[in-house]
């Protein structure tokens, strides 16, 4: 008899299996979509409820479901399975001068392409279309960023889960709206007075969750939103409930000129231009990148002080921390307000941007977003949380520009309604391909001689 290769073997069990994987992944996949996708509820000229069945589409979503099952246990698995122990056996070989320059000077290249972003963007689409780029795209993506980056000092650094994030935002962007609304007072006066106001609820929601850790904490963070939002919607004499706050004055570029068209102070009455509302987009689409970097820039230095170093201690043991001497209830404290500081200063401008604050804009589903891109970048990385930022909100986004999948769908599809359903998918995809997050290693502040990136191999799940 002729011998069966070992090979051949294999590969027929991985199509066998790569084959039942994917008739599996396509009845679960029906039985999640029948009612999402296969019915729609409408309404006749009767004014009657009925169903619209939509088997064609729902054929379509299972099928792919099952071509791509099928596909990453055939073929992606394996080859990444073969790439990873080609890895591990070859020798290791030192980075080529491009990539180490590229590596070396990341951060620069990166922030001169977003200072170049809008210059760019007018030149290749003018100022009048510009303005949807510029700001659904710029602006949204950098408020994300800095509220990631005001998270992470809380999640990333110190260890300490917080579900309720979305309550400093609200408070800043309220800050702003009401004193703003209320006395004129300017935006560079009340955007500290933001931060400070946020920063002192921050100490106040820490103080009863000292002795809280992991799932407690969580829990008492998210009720600390709900009361904070709760609070917006019933107390109407101040906050108008769930009518918001209207009218909120626009950002001046330092009393110098503005952006009102009836001011005679006007940009383009200074300036002897053509009026455009893109120059107002622009401005706070560098105001925004200003204070991310700002964000940037403080946690990088707090990170090389006492205090960053004792919440990475906090993060990776509290009972060890404790035992060296360090006090774990001001680390907490410092952690909650610094990080709450920066979520008022992102509410004071997210305010300022839209011109009308409601409690709808600060719902649970904002925090849970913001911890997601916190967690999908790799908690303690601020390259990391940027690029997830970039990916999932600028993701959503794009979903407004794919108007070709009505051709596909039909023109009652609109893709910007799925963005959740493809935001959770791509969580599990990315944690499922990278556990740790984009970036699974980081680089301690402390070391000895030379400093070198810690593997996710060596650090606990989640906290690389």
């Known amino acids: ?39 729609k509820t409408d309404q006749n000229i009767r004014n009657e409820l009925i169903l619209v069945q939509r088997w064609g ?11 791509g099952r099928f596909l990453t246990v055939a073929y992606l698995q394996p080859y990444f399975a073969e790439r990873k122990a080609a890895q591990a056996k070859a020798p290791v070989v030192a980075q080529s001068a491009e990539k180490a ?32 780029w510029v700001d659904n795209f710029g602006i949204q993506i950098l408020i994300y960023v800095m509220l990631a980056w005001g998270l992470n000092i809380v999640v990333g650094l110190a260890g300490l889960l917080d579900l309720g994030y979305v309550a400093f935002y609200a408070v800043g962007a309220y800050c702003y709206a009401l004193l703003g609304t209320e006395f004129g007072w300017s935006f560079w006066i009340l955007l500290p007075a933001a931060g400070a106001m946020a920063a002192f609820w ?30 917006l919607i019933n107390w109407r004499e101040v906050t108008n409930g769930t009518t918001g706050i209207s009218g909120i004055p626009k950002v001046t570029f330092f009393g110098l000129f503005d952006f009102n068209v009836s001011s005679p102070y006007y940009i383009a009455k200074v300036f002897g231009i053509a009026q455009s509302g893109a120059y107002y987009k622009i401005f706070l689409y560098y105001l925004i990148l200003a204070l991310a970097l700002l964000t940037a820039f403080v946690t990088m230095r ?11 201690a906090l993060r990776e043991d509290e009972i060890a921390c404790r035992s060296l001497g360090i006090n774990t209830t001001t680390t907490k404290l410092t952690a909650f307000a610094t990080g709450a500081m920066f979520g008022g200063f992102a509410g004071a401008f997210f305010a300022a941007r839209q011109g009308f604050v409601s409690p709808e804009s600060f719902v649970f589903l904002e925090s849970a977003i913001i ?14 949380i940027a690029i997830a930022a970039l990916v999932m909100i600028g993701g959503t986004e794009i979903l407004r520009e794919l108007h070709f999948l009505k051709a596909v769908f039909g023109e009652s599809f609109t893709p910007e309604l799925y963005r959740m359903l493809l935001f959770g998918m791509a969580m599990v995809i ?13 680089e301690p502040t402390a070391f000895l001689h030379e400093r070198k990136a810690v ?10």
Do not use: C
């Open 1 to 39: 008899m002729a011998a069966i290769s070992p090979d051949r073997v294999e590969n027929t069990s991985t199509l066998q299996r790569a084959i039942r994987e994917a008739l599996y992944a396509g009845a679960i996949s029906f039985g999640l979509f029948f009612l999402l996708i296969g019915v």
């Open 371 to 384: 911890l997601a891109i916190v967690v999908l970048g790799g908690m303690g990385s601020l390259t990391g």
């Open 430 to 442: 990315v944690m499922l391909w990278k556990p740790r997050g984009f970036v699974g290693s980081r």
């Open 57 to 67: 589409l729902l054929a379509i979503v299972v099928a792919l479901v099952m071509a």
């Open 455 to 464: 593997s996710s191999s060596f650090t606990k799940e989640g906290h690389g």
């Open 302 to 312: 707090l990170r090389r002080m006492p205090v960053g170093r004792a919440w990475e």
């Open 101 to 132: 320059f590229l590596w070396k000077h990341w951060s620069k290249i990166a922030i001169g392409a977003l200072i170049l972003y809008p210059v760019v963007i007018v030149l290749l689409v003018g100022f009048q279309g510009s303005l949807k």
């Open 202 to 231: 921050g100490v106040i929601l820490g103080f009863p969750v000292l002795r809280l850790r992991g799932d407690y904490l969580a829990i008492v963070t998210l009720a600390f939103g709900e009361i904070i939002r709760l609070v």
